[in-house]
């Protein structure tokens, strides 16, 4: 698990190899191991469904040691930390299994390799690497399990009736739902493209829009959020860069911030248009495990950041959302657009382009260009057809 950067998905992927282990007939210990890049902190070691087993390691039989992610993984702490476990729990250094994050900047083949080699220096017989993402050599992602996927199908609309009904709103499914999360400096410039673009898609679809944003950073963001958002959606005198007259995306847009603890809805202020939609923007924080994923799964498409996000949603909808590249990401931004250039050419990956939005490398802004809202709704169909090949 890796400190530097917030939020579950170190603990997510683990949880995804778990299920995979377990449906093989496995018997799983976690150990959780903390590192920032250099110093690394093992944690004690817990079972994962083994009932009257503890944690008990040297008890299993045929063991597999699977180290994920190992980008920020120093090659000497990975050493010392694998001996240090093996010595502790008489662990046979038999079998290990290597799995890095998807296009992580800093990791390429030879981070791998090195580490490989690390293994077999220590005595590892089969030592297999593996890297996810959609660069070449990587393996792609790790989807949600079936089992999990199905349960998600089957409590979908009652857990979110629930959730919905207690933010004093009604879920309705001939509404549309759209879900961003969004854990970067770049919230305003995020969600202002994705909320834009996604209205321009559906621009002769009278059906209500509503839209949850999770912004992980929310209490710095509250007021630019709701300023980006009037701007965006207001008068096209004073924001010369939006396309026409956005007031004919909607006929009324409702904006609502959650409480950072309660998610107590406020209404912070009221846009109106001349179309024929209501639109529904929430802001919030975080959302539970579940609900999170109930919203992807009714989505029509959502905003992913990471991995961990990106992998749920085309898990969920078998489509590739809009993305919000961290630097360090860059390297999945760019596979992602060559996959697009190779599936439908220069046309689908400029289109694929106007859907990401973040930093590169080098700090630099991606195109922040909004979607014209004169694109022909056919147009549109096409590209979304060609797009969903890519999943």
Known sequence: MNFKM???????????????????????VMVPIITDGKKTRMLAPFSVKMANSGADIASLNNPVIVITPVGYYPVEALRKDIE?????????????????????????????????????????????????????GAIGYIPIDLNTIDAIKDRCKYELGIFLDSLNLALDVQSDYYLGYICSKQASLASRKFIFNTL?????DCSQSNYIIVVTELESFRTQLVISMKETLGSNEENKEIDNNAARLFSKTSIFLAGEDD??????????????????????????????????????????????SLSEFLSLTKKVPYYEVQPWKFHLAESLSKIANDVGGSELRTW????????????????????????????????????????
């Not at 791998?112 to 660069?135: A, D, H, V, W």
């Not at 080098?362 to 979304?384: M, R, V």
Request: hydrophobic share 35%.
């Open 6 to 28: 917030m939020g579950g998905g170190d603990m997510a992927l683990a949880e995804k190899i778990t299920a995979i282990a377990l449906n093989l007939g496995c018997r799983i």
């Open 84 to 136: 240090d476990l093996c010595r502790s729990h008489n662990i046979v250094k038999q079998d290990a299994i290597l799995i890095d994050e998807m296009d992580l900047l800093n990791t390429d083949r030879l981070n791998l390799e090195q580490k490989t080699r690390c293994l077999k220096g220590m005595g590892f017989q089969n030592i297999i690497p593996y890297k996810l993402g959609f660069s070449e």
């Open 352 to 391: 694929f382009s106007h859907r990401i939005v973040g930093q590169d490398q080098y700090g630099d802004e991606f195109s922040t260009e909004l979607a014209s809202i004169q694109k022909k709704p056919d147009t549109l169909s096409k590209y979304e057809r060609k797009y969903r090949e890519i999943s």
């Open 200 to 204: 321009v898609e559906k621009i002769n």
């Open 263 to 308: 998610h107590y809805l406020s209404k912070v202020t009221e846009i109106s248009g001349v179309g024929n939609k209501l639109v529904n923007i929430i802001f919030c924080n975080k959302l539970p495990k579940n609900i999170f994923h109930d919203f992807i799964y009714l989505s029509r498409t959502g905003m992913a950041s990471g991995d961990q």
